[in-house]
């Protein structure tokens, strides 16, 4: 008989402070936490139903369901990013710390310049809708892209789809990526951030962003491929792991797209082993950074409603795991990701033991163990 498994990563849906927290300047994010405690009307009946409530030290009135176990899962790698958590997540952790800075050295800008024949303006740390709002016209005025990046190991170039040309961003981002690697330079993501719009106040990033990244060691992902097992990526997976392991990929465009392809490749093609990894990205890019809680706790009560329906869709022999990769605390200072731990709610298949799971890492392992 067939096998499936999924898992769901709620990008940046953290559940506090990590030991090491303080090194990271986050002693006492608590993205979930603070959310429950910030936003009174904050429901999650089907999430809690798998344990989020027990984990978080909340009393909840929601029935436990059969099976679901619910665990707090804590980073070993060296970062607080999603390329760190995802590549640690599936058996790759990161040992030293990617590239990160305050900006760019003025050789590789040079070079990057020359090689792509164009100038930049930015070169520093900013959030991406605040650079847009400060820079956007000088772009669509000289032509020359943003360049910018963050706390996290990213090179980020905005430009506008009709003025720079979105196909011309996508060779630019990936000049960045080859020359970051000819010199050696550990940076996570190089990531593609078009925009539209006419002025600084219609500025608006679109739904065709491409991440360039680093290409990991072995993982969990790999291994399954070589043994038969489908690996199916939604949502930004594909770029996270620069394709590597994966068979095959279905970008979307934000949570809603995400969900939608989950349901479909879920019920799809009965016969085969098959392995759904999803990341579900807008908790973190259009509510975390930029430190929204309402639209945060709205966002989270649109998954848990959808999770509702998709919960009667679990068979005896599936196994089922929502997870995160990180935090984005949106009550937190900065508009940069938060050192967290992270909650990990599984529904195992029958007769799989996950023992307890304490790291990222584990997640992979259970994956593992479900094919093997």
């Given at each position: 008989m067939s096998k499936r498994a999924l898992v769901i990563v709620l990008d940046s849906v953290g559940c506090g402070d990590a030991p090491d927290a303080a090194e990271y300047g986050d002693l006492g994010a608590d993205t979930l936490g603070h959310l429950y405690a910030g936003i009174p009307g904050l429901n999650l009946p089907s999430l809690e139903s798998?344990?989020?409530a027990g984990i978080l030290g909340r009393e909840t009135s929601v029935g436990i369901r059969d099976r679901s176990m619910?665990?707090?899962?804590?980073?070993?790698?060296a970062g607080k990013d999603t390329t760190t958590g995802h590549w640690e997540m599936m058996g790759c952790p990161i040992e030293d710390a990617f590239y990160t800075c305050e900006s760019f050295p003025d050789d590789f800008v040079e070079a990057l310049a020359t090689a792509a024949g164009t100038g930049f303006i930015g070169n520093r740390v900013a959030s991406g809708t605040e650079i847009l709002k400060e820079l956007g016209e000088e772009h669509v005025r000289t032509t020359f892209p943003i360049l910018y990046t963050s706390a996290d190991s990213v090179l980020q170039i905005a430009a506008h789809e009709e003025v720079f040309g979105l196909e011309r961003l996508y060779d630019l981002c990936r000049t960045a990526r080859a020359l970051l690697d000819e010199r050696g330079m550990r940076v996570g993501r190089v990531i593609?951030?078009?925009f539209l719009g006419h002025d600084a106040e219609s500025f608006e990033r679109t739904g065709n962003r491409h991440d360039y990244s680093l290409t990991p060691g072995q993982t969990v992902m790999d291994r399954l491929r070589e043994n038969g097992v489908k690996v199916i990526g939604v949502?930004?997976?594909s770029d996270i792991f620069a394709g590597k392991?994966?068979?095959e990929s279905y970008p979307t465009k934000g949570n809603a797209g995400g969900m939608e392809a989950i349901d479909k490749l879920w019920l799809e093609r009965a016969g085969e082993d098959r392995f759904i990894f999803a990341n579900l990205v807008e908790?973190?890019?259009l509510y975390g950074h930029r430190r929204d809680p309402e639209g945060y706790a709205s966002c989270l009560?649109?998954?848990d409603a959808w999770l509702g329906g998709f919960l009667d869709k679990i068979s005896g022999s599936d196994l089922v795991v929502i997870t995160?990769?990180?935090g984005n605390d949106p009550y937190h200072s900065g508009t940069d990701h938060t050192r967290e731990q992270v909650p990990c709610l599984v529904i195992p298949g029958e007769g799989l033991r996950t023992g307890e799971m304490r790291e990222f890492s584990d997640v992979g392992k259970c994956v593992e163990n479900h094919f093997s």
């Open positions: 798998l344990g989020l619910a665990f707090r899962l804590t980073e070993q790698s593609a951030r078009p949502g930004k997976i392991g994966i068979s908790f973190d890019s009560m649109e998954f995160a990769d990180h």
